[in-house]
């Protein structure tokens, strides 16, 4: 047996918790899908760029605003080699994605001027990954994790911090996965963060979030991490079906799933609707 009984990431938890088949598939099959990832590539791309900001110092270059500018074209660059995105197959997507990035540039760095993020502690795309031993669930994990932005003047005030670009300011927040980092962090480095918060890239004169937190959300997160680990090594792979079925990578792949999807359209007229955000989809 290896030093570690399973390793899980923040994602990998999520997933599980969504659906436990949908873990299966990506996690322990490993099966490979085509997926649309061009709803990430504005994130990812503004995230480079402020992660560089920092990693490269260019908050030193005399106009850091332009330092982020010439650095747009090379994040742009990275973001579509790291997800082999054919750039045939979209013409212009590119140039707006440059333009999407670029706009949001002047914000951001009002945002870091404006909320002190920029201190002698701050880092970028900082590896949280560690291991957590647990008597009480008789294991241990290799637990995965990545944080945004670390920032403190003091080890005893550090803040962690996740990007968002996302034009729906709430959509893609989890407080859950703040508190894994928190949790890793600690873990890793015995220190407590202070305070976890988001930044909202898309909104500017809105552009913080802090979460409310404490050590019990901390411990709690650690037991549902090792009640999940428990039913992953027992292989409790049960599908849950639910609306989010219909956007599943793996839905083609789902006979529970595709019974749940077609369950669904009979009861509904042929309308899912996924979320308060989108559109009922017709099909």
């Keep these: 047996m290896s030093s570690y009984d399973l390793y899980l990431s923040y994602s990998g938890r999520k997933s599980y918790f969504v659906c436990p088949k949908k873990y299966e598939f990506m996690y322990v099959i490993k099966l490979k899908v085509l997926r649309d990832a061009k709803n990430t590539f504005l994130g990812t791309s503004i995230g480079k760029v402020f992660e560089w900001f920092y990693t490269r110092s260019l908050w030193k270059s005399s106009d850091p605003l332009k330092a982020c500018m010439d650095v747009v074209s090379a994040a742009v660059d990275e973001t579509l080699r790291e997800e082999k995105f054919d750039e045939t197959s979209e013409h212009g997507l590119r140039s707006v994605l440059e333009l999407e990035v670029r706009a949001l540039i002047p914000g951001g760095l009002e945002t ?155 009861e509904s007229g042929g309308k899912i609707t996924s979320s308060v955000f989108d559109p009922e989809i017709v099909t």
């Design 112 to 266: 870091i001027r404006a909320n002190g993020f920029l201190t002698p502690l701050s880092r970028a795309e900082v590896d949280l990954t560690t291991f957590c031993q647990s008597e009480k669930h008789g294991m241990t994990l290799k637990l995965g994790g990545r944080a945004d932005f670390i920032h403190g003047r003091t080890r005893d005030g550090l803040w962690i911090l996740d990007g968002k670009a996302s034009k729906h300011r709430e959509k893609y927040v989890d407080a859950e996965q703040l508190i894994w980092y928190g949790v890793t962090h600690y873990l890793k480095y015995h220190v407590f963060p202070s305070r976890l918060g988001f930044i909202f890239w898309s909104f500017p004169s809105d552009s913080v979030a802090w979460i409310e937190f404490g050590p019990d959300d901390m411990r709690k997160s650690v037991d549902r991490t090792f009640e999940t680990a428990k039913k992953v090594l027992l292989k409790q792979f049960e599908a849950t079906p639910t609306s989010e079925c219909y956007r599943c990578d793996y839905r083609e792949h789902c006979d529970d799933g595709k019974r749940w999807i077609a369950n669904r359209k009979i």
